[in-house]
């Protein structure tokens, strides 16, 4: 499942100043929001545009593939006969991911990847015109 993108129930300004538990060290996860690619940021930021890319019959489960328009991940969900996902992987690319052993990203790392998508898009705008 798509996990990397799952929401925190954390309010906005609370709890800044509480250590978090399995979150990635900051300087390492804000490092790697500096230098990723502006696609993975705004896959991050706004989710996936899945596309169509293959779908196969075997032994009656339906085996789906989509990818990312933008960052060409691939979304594969076996389905049974009845279209229950019976299993959900994702293939990312190569530096998709933070490096290993950096963790999640917390809430105000998200924060952070935002503003960069927020700033690509101003940046766009003002050059394009
Ligand atoms: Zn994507």
Do not use: F
């Amino acid at each position: 499942m798509g996990t990397r993108l799952r929401q925190t129930t954390r309010s906005p300004g609370k709890g800044k100043d509480k250590p978090k538990v399995a979150a990635a060290p900051v300087d390492l996860v804000r490092q790697h929001i500096a230098n990723m690619a502006l696609q993975y940021v705004q896959c991050r930021d706004w989710g996936h545009s899945w596309r169509p890319y293959s779908v196969t019959q075997e032994r009656g489960d339906w085996h789906q593939e989509l990818r990312c328009a933008r960052c060409h991940t691939i979304r594969r969900w076996i389905l049974d006969r009845y279209g229950h996902p019976t299993s959900k992987t994702y293939d990312y690319p190569d530096d998709y991911l933070a490096a290993p052993g950096t963790g999640r990203m917390s809430a105000d790392d998200r924060d952070v990847l935002r503003l960069r998508s927020l700033q690509a898009l101003l940046t766009a705008d003002t050059t394009e015109d």
